[in-house]
């Protein structure tokens, strides 16, 4: 009996750990990426005092400036439970980081030019 509940115990927790492991965030699931894609980019959005949660908005952007933005590039509008707004700036085919803007378009991180963001440059 003891074997048994053992043998249950930890099937339990490997089924348990995989199926944690499979969970997408809802950062993950709003931008398309990797878990490793989405990392990189949190690590670059806490570095820079951004608090993302689970609260934060996130919205394919229609801000102005990224009109005629080059198709190699997407961007995203987030919006902190706080009202706070950044542009985030990510290569289309790896969702590799860009670029990160505030609410005045200023960059605070990441590089970008007028192929990206062509209107920052008017």
Do not use: H
Request: proline residues 1%; contains cysteine.
């Amino acid at each position: 009996m003891k074997k048994f509940i053992g043998s249950l115990t930890m099937m339990t927790l490997i089924i348990l750990m995989f199926s944690s492991c499979g969970t997408k965030s809802e950062f993950q699931k709003e931008i398309n990426a990797t878990s490793k894609q989405s990392k990189s980019i949190e690590n670059i959005l806490n570095q820079l005092d951004i608090n993302y949660n689970s609260d934060t908005v996130i919205n394919t952007s229609n801000n102005d400036i990224v009109d005629g933005m080059d198709k190699a590039w997407e961007a995203y509008d987030l919006t902190n439970k706080d009202g706070s707004k950044y542009l985030l700036i990510l290569r289309k085919s790896d969702k590799d980081f860009t670029a990160v803007l505030d609410s005045e378009n200023k960059l605070l991180s990441g590089i970008i030019d007028n192929g990206i963001l062509p209107k920052l440059f008017d």
